[in-house]
């Protein structure tokens, strides 16, 4: 039988939800909120005409065929709407929510054990969304033959103190042609350390590993 929303208690957080998020962020995401309201979706400037947030998604929306429709103004495609909020920014304004709606420091983070959780139970529901919606950029998967596996760059990862044991148990990671064993600690304070450095979008972290895993193998060779 279908939940009905009738009342804000109505509205219950996903209890596995793989985010978090941090205070500061959050207090950066309250500050938004307070200073332009919701900018997730289509957010359009009648002061100057631009698309202040939701670029990229109305780009794929048109992609899709989805039109326009004025009364109130929205992007329907097939039986669904998506809203266009309309608001009246100077330009200063409009060009810190642009900034804002991208910013990954006031976002939540995920939980590396439940994502990979999720994301090996999608794997195994609906394989082909792995594919089509770059989840499995998220993946990461479990090396077969140990011998193949090497070592990540000695600068750049420390072995941790004071963890719990299964924290200090190798495990086995791949990153396009680079493959390396290392705690499952060590990892997790090196993934933080490089997004402390470089940002919080998992993609450049990735990315930011398989560059410095190449720059190691280049030193040793």
């Not at 400037?45 to 326009?68: D, E, M, P, Y």
């Not at 060009?95 to 959780?117: M, R, Y």
């Not at 103190?161 to 064993?181: I, K, M, Q």
Request: overall charge negative; some cysteine.
């Amino acid at each position: 039988m279908p939940h009905q929303l009738k009342i804000l208690k109505d509205l219950k957080p996903a209890p596995y939800n793989p985010r978090e998020i941090t205070p500061e962020a959050a207090k950066g995401l309250s500050a938004s909120i307070a200073q332009f309201g919701d900018i997730s979706g289509i957010v359009w400037n009648k002061r100057t005409g631009h698309i202040v947030a939701g670029h990229q998604r109305l780009s794929a929306l048109l992609k899709r065929g989805a039109t326009f429709a004025p009364d109130p103004p929205r992007i329907t495609l097939h039986d669904e709407a998506f809203a266009i909020r309309v608001v009246d920014w100077d330009a200063p304004t409009e060009k810190a929510a642009n900034i804002t709606a991208n910013n990954p420091h006031i976002s939540g983070d995920f939980v590396e054990e439940d994502l990979q959780d999720m994301l090996h139970e999608i794997e195994d529901d609906m394989p082909a969304s792995l594919d089509d919606l770059c989840l499995d950029a998220l993946l990461l998967e479990p090396l077969d033959d140990l011998n193949d596996a090497a070592p990540p760059p000695d600068d750049i990862l420390d072995n941790p103190n004071d963890v719990p044991p299964s924290e200090l148990a190798n495990t086995n990671f791949t990153f396009g042609e680079y493959r390396f064993t290392v705690t499952r600690a060590a990892y997790m304070e090196w993934r933080e350390n490089l997004r402390q450095e470089i940002g919080f979008a998992e993609k450049d972290v990735h990315e930011e590993i398989r560059k410095r895993l190449a720059l190691a193998e280049i030193k040793g060779t």
